[in-house]
């Protein structure tokens, strides 16, 4: 992340070793993902070390410390969501993207995992894709979700595109 | 609902949602009360925890409101991750004010003047909501003249997060690992300051007894489980949900409400539950007296393998444990390595045993309710379909 | 004081309130065994190997975490414990790599210690995948981190932490995956490790261990065109004897000679020499440095205070940590070093030896001297100035290895040339005996007395207290040294990194104005240092000082400026402290090292 960006980010919450995970949490919803660079700056301002840093972000699973892309979806593969098949969903998720769980598409703009229970089992098979839940899926419902995220991202591009030109 | 035969004992409530009760008036009512008296009342209510460990509430506001400090802290437990549970998402969706409204009761009570709600992440897509209503709440105190305030601290996927010391850790954004108890949070929690940690539904119950009264609430349920809980119900089943029963009932007629004619073992009480198979229904009374729970009923008929429900349980506090205390960190793996084995029959079927005997010291040996409940599921799982681990 | 009434095994035993059920226990005389737990580092209550039964409750308890309480009964060997104790140990041997027979660890293995003791079946669990692919972490010249071996007691982590304040090592990850880590998991030359090789003398098993030079140090040893010279470092003498058969706190310098005599090095040097050296060095720097702030008006936050600069784990910690401040630390080498670069001149001319055939070994209580010899500076002799670094452990394997009766060796001399030393040299081994050595040369060089203490026991800088701080007030001074009169010298000693880190900060704030520091990394100064003996402990550490200012009181010479092999090199080599021949050899430089 862009150092003055992140900097607002670590002042805005406090430069402080109790703020370190709400700032962690703030770069991850702008980001998706943590840098080394993050995680050095961060032990930088707040004057802990960057094993400590890393320490703390490594336990979370919500805190991915590799790259991620723009979205990240992240399927249910609790014991329900795999009875109400939730491997079908899963199959028709790599079959449009290409990507298996723990991967990220070339383009950058879909990241895959597999999480534990998301507290929808009434509505399984179930999938946080950034900040947003989705229920109730099938292979049908899935495609058509991802598609139209695609579409956001190609539009996003488009207008960054015109924009740069 | 029905009750289905009037010897039923799965019997409907509407204690939470049921009645349009104005929670800002139950609230001001509440706080007319003398502070002892209104804590006598939860303890008489019988009142004990309702995300899973069931402490007696109104004892632990009894101690965080004598332990000694001005500064002490109230918290919402709302880390929900045990599988098969989600009825303080609907909590949270519906009747949020209420959840706020217990905690600014509970402040009041003990002298805490700072809440928070802990929010797992996996809930991110209703923080704005839950921003709303707190802040709503947060205006309704200062207007009544409470000196007390909530904030929200959101978790980061962390399943162990959910034991009470743990959520503290992560509070203080460190690592969620669990701590030494005692000394308990009621005494030394966030901080190191007096805190009471509740799950989501016990605050809106702990609000409501100071308004219906210890004898309504101990009315509902049984002796030993009084009143009543929100029970989220799913797997095989046609009516998948969030239901208000009263405590103490049978799990034959839980299956006889809510199976769908083929139940062959229903997990009571999530991942570190126990599962109950077919022909021990009758026996097992859904409380603190049989099998208690959280919330989480998980139906499964005889299409389904209980060894890959074992397997996915196991995986999951394989990676949820927190890693620090030898017997789960590595029983964990141990377990699931096990069941592998036997089933691929690098391992003979005994092996089983031997792995019984080893939740047993994970059982009495690990550091926290995680680690110490693991063998809950892998001893009923084995013990009642050893068959279907072998074959 | 309150004390609580508590049964163990039917005992009654009576404590303070707040302890624990295993210090009643060990009060009372009652063994219970653990592995996490350490008595320099803060109660973890990870391992579960200490937890017994307690009547009435449910769940064992781990003894080192829960405090007593009055009634408590607590039973240690009920058949819940003994099972719970064997299963515990099982499932750690399932998570550790157990080649026991090729560990280096091999007999000094706390883990193999308890499963001598509890386990004898054979292990009915399965060996965890983690086993299969592992790595080991050989980055650094001073210390190795084998992660197949580590049982997670995490002593290393609250050692790094806590203890040092240098935090190189974190726990990372959760569940099966969580392990002991470095930053982004990098090699342990790559991150702000300081090699003080704390961690090492705490790990319970062989996960971290010193680099060890054994090898080839007999390779050197035996090869016959080769001239093998050694220097013993002060500290070294009063604890070799631990892994020898002798107690704690028993000198062996004349058999610690004798020994090395016997393996077959060509000359038995001191490093203690050139501790008498770098007290000539160094306190003559200071003196320049204070001239210059008080006479010359020079810019004083760059030239003080100064900082001593013996302690290669210090050096890195201020490199990493407090770079601005490097001009503030001492420009002299470490005693090691500037013997490493006599070794190749000097001596290799008294002796007419080619100094490309010399090959100089030391003896260090310590593991950062190893990564010290490796720095690239480190070469003014023309040649690598120190080329292997032994442990103090590794000096008693060797010894072992050779099959020498330590025991019975006789008392032999150190040789001549670089082998005699003052009592002040010897207690450079401690924390605060750089600052005493350098007070008994420098107030007298001044003053032409000597220091007003007793016997010249400065005891205000002595002592195991973290931070000591000591003011002496100039007074008397001879005419060269008129700037000095009356100057009220503040004095500052600190030993432990995260002493080091408060008294830098004090400094960095403004809230310190000290002239002179001291800073060892290690607790209790060298005596402590990663390469020592181990177990370790406040008590053990209190012996070895002890031993450390015996040694220093049955000197013939108390003082280094009267040391005559010291006055000879000047004469005969360097001319003068601080000449451009002593800038050449015995000074060095510090590099900015990213902080993290």
């Known amino acids: ?165 | 609902m029905e009750t289905m035969t009037n010897t039923s004992t799965v019997r409907k409530t509407d204690l939470i949602f049921g009645r349009s009760l104005d929670t800002l008036t139950l609230l001001r009512n509440a706080m007319q009360r003398d502070k002892d008296g209104l804590i006598q009342e939860l303890i008489d209510s019988g009142l004990r925890g309702r995300g899973g460990a069931g402490f007696p509430t109104g004892l632990k506001w009894k101690f965080a409101k004598g332990a000694p400090g001005n500064k002490k802290y109230i918290i919402c437990n709302a880390d929900e991750g045990e599988p098969g549970t989600f009825k303080d998402r609907v909590i949270l969706e519906k009747a949020a004010d209420k959840v706020f409204a217990g905690m600014g009761l509970c402040g009041w009570l003990t002298g805490a003047t700072k809440g928070f709600i802990y929010l797992r992440n996996e809930y991110i897509w209703m923080r704005n909501h839950i921003l709303a209503q707190m802040n709503d709440m947060n205006e309704a105190f200062r207007q009544m003249k409470l000196d007390f305030s909530i904030g929200l601290k959101m978790g980061s996927g962390a399943y162990v997060c959910g034991e009470e010391t743990a959520l503290i850790e992560s509070m203080e954004s460190k690592r969620g690992e669990p701590r030494n108890k005692p000394p308990f949070p009621a005494i030394a929690g966030y901080e190191d300051k007096p805190t009471v940690v509740n799950n989501v539904e016990t605050w809106v119950y702990a609000l409501l007894i100071s308004y219906i009264g210890a004898d309504v609430f101990a009315a509902y349920g049984t002796e030993q489980s009084t009143g009543s809980k929100l029970f989220s119900v799913s797997g095989d089943t046609p009516k998948p949900g969030v239901y208000e029963l009263e405590m103490g009932m049978k799990l034959s007629d839980f299956v006889a409400e809510f199976g769908d004619g083929d139940t062959k073992s229903v997990q009571v009480g999530g991942a570190s539950g126990f599962c109950v198979p077919r022909r021990k229904f009758d026996q097992v009374i859904i409380g603190f007296e049989g099998i208690p729970t959280g919330g989480s009923m998980m139906l499964f008929n005889s299409h389904r393998s209980m060894y890959h429900v074992l397997h996915n349980f196991l995986e999951f506090f394989m990676e949820e444990s927190c890693g620090q205390c030898t017997p789960c960190r590595v029983g964990c793996q141990q377990l699931l390595l096990g069941i592998e084995a036997v089933k691929s029959k690098t391992k003979p079927a005994q092996y089983l045993d031997t792995l019984m005997e080893f939740t047993e010291t994970m059982r009495l040996a690990s550091k926290c309710g995680l680690g110490q409940s693991v063998g809950n599921a892998f001893n009923s799982i084995v013990n009642e379909f050893y068959e279907e681990m072998i074959y | 004081m309150k004390t609580v009434r508590l049964t163990i095994d039917k005992k009654v035993v009576e404590v303070q309130a707040g302890k624990t059920i295993l210090d009643a226990a060990r009060i009372a005389g009652i063994h219970i065994p653990t592995l996490c737990h350490h008595p320099d580092l803060c109660v973890a209550g990870n391992c579960r190997v200490c937890v017994v039964e307690q009547v009435g409750v449910r769940t064992l308890q781990a003894s080192c975490a829960v405090p007593v309480s009055d009634g408590m009964e607590i039973i240690t060997n009920s058949a819940k414990v003994q099972q719970a104790r064997r299963h515990i140990l099982e499932l750690l041997l399932s998570e550790h790599r157990s080649d026991c027979v090729n560990c280096y660890k091999n007999n000094h293995c706390e883990l193999q210690d308890l499963a001598a003791k509890y386990i004898f079946t054979p292990a009915t669990l399965i060996p965890l995948p983690a086993l299969q692919h592992y790595t080991i972490d050989s980055s650094s010249p001073s210390i190795i981190k084998d992660d197949s071996k580590c049982i997670r007691c995490q002593r290393c982590v609250r050692t790094c932490t806590q203890l040092q304040h240098v935090t190189a090592l974190t726990v990372s990850h959760k569940g099966h995956e969580q392990k002991i880590s470095t930053f982004m998991d990098k090699p342990l030359n790559d991150v702000v490790c300081t090699n003080c090789g704390q961690c090492v003398n705490r790990c319970p098993t062989g996960a971290l261990t010193e680099r060890n030079y054994i090898q080839e140090v007999w390779d050197a040893l035996l090869d016959p065109n080769t001239h093998v010279v050694v220097q013993t470092a002060p500290a070294v003498r009063v604890a070799l004897g631990e892994e020898l058969g002798f107690d704690v706190g028993e000198r062996v310098t004349g058999k610690m000679v004798s020994a090395l005599k016997t393996l077959g090095f060509d000359s038995v040097l001191d490093t203690d020499f050139t501790a008498d050296l770098t007290i000539m060095e160094e306190g003559t720097e200071l003196l320049t440095r204070l001239k210059a702030v008080l006479t010359e008006k020079a810019d004083a936050g760059t030239l003080l205070p100064m900082t001593t600069s013996c302690s290669p784990g210090w050096i890195k910690f201020i490199e990493h940590k407090f770079p601005d401040y490097l001009t503030n630390v001492s420009s002299c080498k470490s005693p090691q070093q500037m013997f490493g670069a006599l070794a190749k001149t000097y001596y290799a001319r008294k002796r007419k030896l080619n100094p490309a055939k010399i090959v100089s070994v030391s003896i260090m209580p310590c593991t950062a001297k190893k990564y010290e010899a490796d720095r690239p500076e480190m070469r003014s002799s023309g040649f690598k100035d120190v080329d292997y670094v032994l442990t103090t452990r590794e000096l008693a394997r060797m010894i072992k290895m050779a099959g020498i009766d330590f025991m019975s060796l006789p008392d032999q001399e150190h040789d001549s040339l670089m082998g005699e030393s003052s009592g002040a040299a010897v207690i450079f081994g401690a924390t605060g005996g750089v600052m005493e050595a350098a007070l008994r040369t420098a107030y007298e060089l001044v003053t032409g007395r000597e220091v007003p203490f007793a016997n010249l026991d400065i005891k205000p800088v002595r002592g195991m207290e973290g931070v000591r701080e000591a003011n002496i007030t100039i007074e008397g001074c001879l005419p060269e040294w008129s700037f000095l009169e009356g100057v009220e010298l503040k004095l500052a000693v600190a030993h432990g990194l995260t002493n080091a880190w408060e008294v830098m900060q004090a400094v960095k704030q403004g809230k310190a104005e000290f002239h002179f520091i001291e800073v060892m990394a290690c607790p209790g100064g060298c005596l402590g240092g990663g390469g020592q003996p181990i177990p370790t402990n406040s008590e053990i550490r209190l012996k070895r000082a002890q031993a450390i200012y015996e040694e220093d009181a049955g000197k013939h010479i108390r003082k280094s400026h009267e040391n005559p092999e010291v006055l000879a090199l000047y004469k005969d080599f360097l001319e003068a402290p601080m000449s451009h021949k002593s800038h050449e050899l015995l000074h060095t430089y510090y590099i900015e090292r990213h902080c993290n």
């Open chain 1, 1 to 165: 992340m862009e150092k003055t960006v992140l900097e607002e980010i670590i002042y805005r919450q406090g430069a402080q070793r109790d703020r370190l995970l709400p700032i962690l949490q703030d770069v991850v919803e702008q980001q998706n993902f943590l840098t080394e660079g993050d995680m050095l700056h961060i032990a930088n301002l707040l004057q802990i070390s960057a094993a400590e840093v890393y320490g703390t972000a490594s336990f979370y699973s919500f805190l991915p410390l590799n790259r991620k892309g723009k979205y990240m979806i992240r399927l249910c593969k609790s014991i329900i969501a795999k009875m109400k098949g939730s491997d079908q969903v899963l199959a028709a998720i790599t079959d449009q993207l290409g990507i298996k769980p723990g991967e990220t598409t070339a383009d950058g703009v879909f990241s895959l995992e597999l999480v534990n229970d998301i507290g929808w089992s009434d509505r399984e098979p179930a999938m946080l894709i950034n900040d947003k839940v989705f229920t109730d899926l099938d292979p049908v419902k899935v495609t058509h979700i991802l598609t139209n995220y695609l579409k956001q991202a190609s539009t996003q591009a488009f207008v960054t595109n015109l924009s740069t030109n």
